[in-house]
């Protein structure tokens, strides 16, 4: 099983593009040069995406936190998360729009049959499990299977001792 911190380490960083008010790239980082040259639309997108965060901020001036989201990607293949938001000073001069472009990634099925082997899982202990891959929360967990919250979370619990962890993300990663 991987730690936790090796699974946010080998994560890839994101590409950064740095726009000022008028659209005008001003700085890229690696990862984004490397996107931007086998998928040149991302930049048109990104552009895009600009000018929807910089109207939105124009219309509504005293929101101070703006952010807006896209998927772009040339034709089939991988789809890019595309985030974009203002960082400084309203009304300076120093008012940038920050892109940040991250591949999509598909989510990776669970061993099912393994972590019940593995870890000695319950029927019971692997549909909770199921539903904590679906980003289901305690309380829909609870609607779906007819169970208390408490008991969900008493199912939770067990289900982190026996792997190991204590976190549904650290979870998720050793059962996977």
Do not use: W
């Amino acid at each position: 099983m991987d730690d936790i911190a090796d699974i946010i380490m080998r994560r890839s960083a994101p590409g950064i593009l740095i726009f000022d008010q008028t659209g005008v790239l001003l700085f890229t980082n690696a990862e984004a040069s490397e996107l931007v040259s086998a998928h040149p639309s991302l930049v048109g997108e990104s552009r895009t995406l600009c000018a929807r965060v910089k109207a939105a901020s124009d219309a509504c001036p005293e929101e101070r936190d703006i952010k807006l989201a896209a998927v772009g990607g040339d034709g089939p293949g991988p789809q890019y998360a595309l985030r974009a938001f203002i960082v400084g000073e309203e009304g300076g001069n120093q008012r940038h729009i920050i892109v940040l472009i991250e591949k999509v990634v598909g989510k990776r099925n669970l061993d099912l049959e393994g972590a019940k082997k593995r870890f000695n899982l319950s029927k019971r202990e692997l549909e909770v499990t199921t539903l904590i891959h679906e980003g289901l929360t305690n309380k829909a967990i609870s609607d779906r299977l007819f169970i208390s919250e408490q008991t969900v979370k008493d199912h939770i619990r067990h289900i982190m001792g026996k792997v190991g962890v204590s976190s549904r993300g650290a979870l998720l990663a050793a059962l996977q």
